[in-house]
Every structure is written in C-alpha cells, then in structure tokens.
C-alpha cells in the first residue's frame, strides 16, 4: 500500500487506507497485529502483511471503527475518529458516484 493513513490502532487490530497495488482509488488495509516473533495475521512468513478489505466492507468497518473509538475517547481516539470521518465521507462520494453512473 502506498500513501498509508492509519485510521485505527489499539495494539491488537489495525486498519490504514492507502492507494493498493498501483490503484487510482484507495483501499482499506486490516490486520491482527502481533509481537516478538509472531508476526500476526495475515503474514508472509515471518513478515506482517495486510488484508484487502472488500469493497462492500468499508462502510461498515469504518462505522465499527468509530463506535470502537466512542468507547475508549482519548486524544489519540480523537485523530483516529476524524480520519475515519474524512475516509467515510470519501466512500459515501465513491457511493454516489457509482449509483449515478449505473443506467435505469
């Protein structure tokens, strides 16, 4: 992934957005991080590598994310919830962009 925001990280589970495999459009990246030798899930060996999120998931990902967030606030929470805000927002566009383009 290039151009990484991370939208979420509490030690255990991280979520960026960044452009994927030479993509124009941005995608969300998960992860279960680990520690120490374990490199977490998913890995590539001993490397820590990143789901894709599809498509259809990101709405409600960024959605959990921000009750997640809701529930432990702290200043660090803050900047995490008004990034996932600014991807939402990016998504609903890409949302409306495509029901537009679809004929009826």
Known sequence: ???????????????ISGLFDGESERALGERWNGEGVAPGFP???ANPTWHVVSDFL????LHG?????????????RRYA???IIE?????????????????
Do not use: C, H, K
């Not at 992934?1 to 979420?8: H, K, N, R």
């Not at 990101?58 to 990902?61: E, I, N, S, T």
């Open 1 to 15: 992934m290039g151009s990484i925001t991370v939208l979420f990280d509490n030690g255990e589970y991280s979520v």
């Open 43 to 45: 890995n590539q060996g």
């Open 58 to 61: 990101a709405v409600p990902l």
């Open 65 to 77: 994310l921000l009750d997640e967030l809701l529930r432990r606030p702290g200043e660090g929470n």
């Open 82 to 84: 008004a990034d996932i």
């Open 88 to 104: 939402l927002e990016r998504w609903r566009a890409v949302e409306a962009a495509s029901t537009r383009s679809v004929p009826r």
